[in-house]
């Protein structure tokens, strides 16, 4: 199947007599024939869905259908993106170990990898996406075991060069993790490019509606957790029996360690009905986007024609820096525009107040248009002087561009301008 069949048809298939939509199965718990059914579960728990903090039904349809469209082997659906980034290292770090991560990131991942992590004593190694290969083979250690980027960077939209840090990654037999939230699946396959794990803040494009809160984790099947560095995937786990998942599930290691080991203790593990609602949003991803790009590309190239902007990034446009690797990774630049207002943070300000259509919250990827201003709002604490420090711009905003007429979001631009 095409990924426009795949939406609407992958997951859930009934059968004769069953519902064509599939249903929510609102239940906790699962009745077992007998204490011996159930115990044999509790010895290879793969076998049969028993509680749903970690399995349920619906939710595992969901995970089904973001795999095939992904193209990984198995995929686990997490109640926040941020506890799948989370999920992602834990489930390869442990204290004591390091991983590396582009400085191009979401702020709310720096905070949780620089900061929460090494609380734990697992330290993040920031690097810069642009970085030669030998600046960042420098920045490897005896004791790193991941690299993690983003496709398309939130809100810098720097274009992430999979291939590159693939290699990069697999020259010191690690794997390289890629948050494909911007692109989706639709506008870019990692797997394509070498990467070994993708994961999703399903919150954003997925679901597209601002409905729930969601991520989820996708496993590509590809690298090798034999290789040596990685001694819990091929030494018995006694929390489980003694299994050795490289030995017992083989490709699929990396993503039922996860669910055995990490969403059985964490719990971080989505309701049915969130399932239900985000399976919704995948019904409609393949259209949505399309969509979301085209009226994007038309809103950056308005922007790049008025006095009072001084910067347009979107790599659709020809003049984006990352334009070339747009080219080579992306169906796609996702509906995300940020820019540059002349006269800083008052008049990003100004200008946000004055939109008529457009929504200022603090969300993204939504079908209706919303707006951020970092430096009054998430990051609001800072003086300017600290901004530029931070590598924000007092006057950036990202414009979130939704599935309004885009003659109607250009007109509220062009009216707020005015106003300056």
Same mark, same amino acid.
């Given at each position: 199947m095409r990924d426009e069949t795949k939406c609407l048809h992958a997951g859930y298939t009934p059968k004769n007599k069953e519902p064509r939509v599939m249903p929510i199965y609102q239940s906790t718990t699962y009745v077992f024939d007998s204490t011996e059914d159930l115990g044999k579960v509790f010895d290879e728990p793969t076998q049969a869905v028993i509680y749903s903090?970690?399995?349920?039904?619906?939710?595992?349809?969901?995970?089904?259908?973001? /795999?095939?469209?992904?193209?990984?082997?198995?995929?686990?659906?997490?109640?926040?993106? +941020?506890?799948?980034?989370?999920?992602?290292?834990?489930?390869?770090?442990?204290?004591?170990?390091?991983?590396?991560?582009?400085?191009?990131?979401?702020?709310?991942?720096?905070?949780?990898?620089?900061?929460?992590?090494?609380?734990?004593?697992?330290?993040?190694?920031?690097?810069?996406c642009f970085a030669d290969d030998e600046t960042i083979r420098k920045a490897f250690k005896p004791n790193t075991k991941a690299v993690f980027g983003e496709t398309l960077a939130n809100p810098a939209l720097t274009v992430f060069d999979i291939e590159r840090f693939a290699r990069l990654a697999h020259e010191h037999n690690?794997?390289?993790?890629?948050?494909?939230?911007? /692109?989706?699946?639709?506008?870019?396959?990692?797997?394509?490019?070498?990467?070994?794990?993708?994961?999703?803040?399903?919150?954003?494009?997925?679901?597209?509606? /601002?409905? +729930?809160?969601?991520?989820?984790?996708?496993?590509?099947?590809?690298?090798?957790?034999?290789?040596?560095?990685?001694?819990?995937?091929? !030494?018995?786990?006694?929390?489980?029996? $003694?299994?050795?998942?490289? !030995?017992?599930? $083989?490709? /699929?290691?990396?993503?039922?360690?996860?669910?055995?080991?990490?969403?059985?203790?964490?719990?971080?593990?989505?309701?049915?009905?969130?399932?239900?609602l985000l399976n919704l949003g995948l019904e409609t991803l393949a259209l949505r986007m399309k969509q979301y790009c085209e009226n994007a590309l038309k809103v950056a190239e308005y922007f790049k024609t008025c006095d009072m902007i001084e910067e347009v990034i979107y790599p659709g446009l020809k003049s984006d820096r990352c334009y070339d690797l747009a080219q080579k990774y992306l169906k796609g630049c996702s509906g995300v525009v940020s820019l540059v207002i002349k006269g800083g943070k008052d008049n990003a300000m100004k200008f946000m107040d004055n939109l008529k259509l457009a929504s200022n919250e603090v969300h993204v990827a939504d079908i209706r248009t919303c707006v951020l201003h970092p430096a009054s709002e998430t990051h609001r604490q800072l003086t300017d002087e600290q901004l530029v420090a931070a590598g924000i711009n007092p006057g950036l905003i990202r414009f979130s561009v939704g599935l309004e007429n885009v003659e109607d979001i250009i007109a509220d631009i062009e009216q707020s301008l005015a106003t300056l």
């Open positions: 903090r970690f399995a349920n039904p619906t939710v595992m349809a969901v995970e089904a259908k973001i /795999a095939e469209l992904e193209g990984g082997i198995g995929a686990m659906c997490t109640s926040s993106g +941020q506890a799948a980034s989370l999920m992602s290292i834990l489930n390869i770090c442990k204290a004591g170990d390091s991983f590396i991560c582009t400085s191009q990131i979401y702020g709310g991942t720096v905070n949780l990898f620089m900061f929460t992590l090494k609380k734990l004593g697992i330290e993040c190694i920031p690097v810069d690690v794997p390289l993790i890629v948050d494909n939230t911007f /692109a989706t699946p639709i506008h870019c396959k990692p797997f394509e490019f070498g990467a070994d794990i993708v994961i999703h803040s399903t919150s954003k494009y997925m679901d597209g509606h /601002a409905l +729930q809160i969601g991520g989820v984790i996708v496993d590509s099947g590809n690298f090798n957790w034999a290789n040596g560095n990685f001694p819990e995937f091929t !030494e018995p786990d006694e929390s489980y029996h $003694g299994i050795s998942y490289v !030995e017992t599930y $083989g490709k /699929a290691a990396y993503i039922v360690k996860a669910r055995m080991q990490l969403m059985r203790d964490f719990g971080a593990y989505p309701a049915a009905h969130s399932a239900f």
